[in-house]
DNA sequence: CTTACGGCCTGGGTGC
DNA sequence: TGCACCCAGGCCGTAA
């Protein structure tokens, strides 16, 4: 599943050869995804890409109109969701199933939207509607300071999981690598955010900050159908130590790694390494036996 | 306001 | 061969 350092790969790689592209054409199959399709074909065609940016999860396309100056702050926002794909292809090339947007270039060449469950979305952003879409996404892990991060938890009396999850506070991060951060500042998933130590919050920031990194640098994961800009897939998979691994033994302590809801969300995490705290919360609801 | 939770969207994989 | 069921991320409505 495309998150950060999924996005920030197709990003990357869109970006060799996208900015100063000019779209001459827009094709849809389904549409279900797309915020206003008849918008997307009219206000697409005859823009210009000017780059292509990461906002947490989102893909954000600037556009420029033909004629210069006015109305030339629209954009196009892309969320892969579940199972989205970017991919740079030439016409010619046979078309993957469940392709639902083609975009065609001044190259030659073609942009192509593929979603296999079409949890991904597609907007067609004007002047003002970008703070809109956008202005209520946290932090970016990556650019964040440890204390803009501490002061982000302080007081916060959810999960530190869903804390991590939730795009108001930090944008960017989803399951795999709150997981895999939280498996290496040894925190549980269920510990609240407030009563974690400043040690903890330390080191939970140094886990995001290096999973973050290493997995851009690995291109990613690819565990469902993640793959980048060029159709490749990431190899960060390889280098999760509790993501989707429960049955297996722990690489730091050889207890096996656990699965659980938490948040809605299935988590894993070392039962061991990770001490699950005494009390769930205030309205508990375990006897605290032992 | 904050947090928790269930439901919804979709379809591939799994297990019977 | 079929088929019910699970599950994923984001979001929204509702309840406490």
Same mark, same amino acid.
């Not at 939730?166 to 939280?182: F, K, M, T």
């Not at 969300?265 to 061991?272: A, D, E, L």
């Given at each position: 599943?495309?998150?950060?350092?999924? @996005?920030?790969?197709?990003?990357?790689?869109?970006?060799?050869?996208?900015?100063?592209?000019?779209?001459?054409?827009?094709?849809?199959?389904?549409?279900?995804?797309?915020?206003?399709? $008849?918008?997307?074909?009219?206000?697409?065609?005859?823009?210009?890409?000017?780059?292509?940016?990461?906002?947490?999860?989102?893909?954000?396309?600037?556009?420029?109109?033909?004629?210069? $100056?006015?109305?030339?702050?629209?954009?196009?926002?892309?969320?892969?969701?579940?199972?989205?794909?970017?991919?740079?292809? +030439?016409?010619?090339?046979? @078309?993957?199933?469940?392709?639902? @947007?083609?975009?065609?270039?001044?190259?030659?060449?073609?942009?192509?939207? !593929?979603?296999? !469950? !079409?949890?991904?979305?597609?907007?067609?952003?004007?002047?003002?509607?970008?703070?809109?879409?956008?202005?209520?996404?946290?932090?970016?892990?990556?650019?964040?300071?440890?204390?803009?991060?501490?002061?982000?938890?302080?007081?916060?009396? +959810?999960?530190?999981?869903?804390?991590?999850?939730?795009?108001?506070?930090?944008?960017?991060?989803?399951?795999?690598?709150?997981?895999?951060?939280?498996?290496? $500042?040894? /925190?549980?998933?269920?510990?609240?955010? $407030?009563?974690?130590?400043?040690?903890?919050?330390?080191?939970?920031?140094?886990?995001?900050?290096?999973?973050?990194?290493?997995?851009?640098?690995?291109?990613?994961?690819?565990?469902?159908?993640?793959?980048?800009?060029?159709?490749?897939?990431?190899?960060?998979?390889?280098?999760?130590? @509790?993501?989707?691994?429960?049955?297996?033994?722990?690489?730091?302590?050889?207890?096996?790694?656990?699965?659980? /809801?938490?948040?809605?969300?299935?988590?894993?995490?070392?039962?061991?390494?990770?001490?699950?705290?005494?009390?769930?919360?205030?309205?508990?609801?375990?006897?605290?036996? !032992?």
């Amino acid at each position: 599943m495309p998150e950060l350092p999924e @996005v920030e790969t197709v990003v990357r790689g869109l970006r060799k050869s996208l900015p100063g592209r000019r779209v001459v054409s827009v094709r849809l199959e389904k549409t279900d995804f797309i915020d206003d399709p $008849a918008a997307l074909e009219r206000d697409l065609p005859g823009k210009t890409i000017a780059d292509v940016r990461r906002y947490g999860k989102f893909l954000l396309f600037d556009l420029q109109s033909p004629e210069g $100056a006015a109305g030339n702050q629209s954009a196009m926002l892309v969320h892969l969701g579940m199972t989205g794909q970017l991919i740079l292809s +030439a016409p010619e090339a046979p @078309v993957a199933s469940h392709t639902h @947007v083609f975009f065609g270039l001044d190259d030659g060449s073609e942009l192509r939207y !593929r979603d296999v !469950r !079409r949890f991904g979305r597609i907007a067609m952003l004007a002047n003002g509607d970008r703070e809109k879409s956008l202005g209520g996404l946290g932090l970016d892990p990556l650019e964040m300071t440890a204390t803009q991060f501490a002061e982000k938890l302080r007081g916060r009396r +959810a999960r530190i999981k869903a804390l991590l999850l939730d795009q108001h506070a930090l944008r960017g991060v989803g399951n795999i690598y709150a997981d895999e951060s939280l498996w290496r $500042a040894r /925190i549980h998933p269920v510990r609240l955010a $407030a009563n974690l130590l400043p040690q903890e919050v330390q080191a939970l920031y140094r886990g995001l900050q290096t999973v973050l990194n290493e997995a851009i640098r690995l291109r990613g994961s690819s565990v469902s159908d993640y793959v980048d800009s060029e159709g490749a897939c990431g190899s960060f998979q390889l280098k999760h130590r @509790v993501y989707q691994r429960h049955g297996e033994k722990c690489s730091r302590c050889g207890s096996t790694i656990r699965r659980a /809801i938490v948040a809605g969300r299935s988590s894993h995490f070392c039962p061991t390494c990770q001490r699950a705290p005494r009390k769930l919360s205030s309205r508990g609801k375990r006897h605290a036996h !032992r």
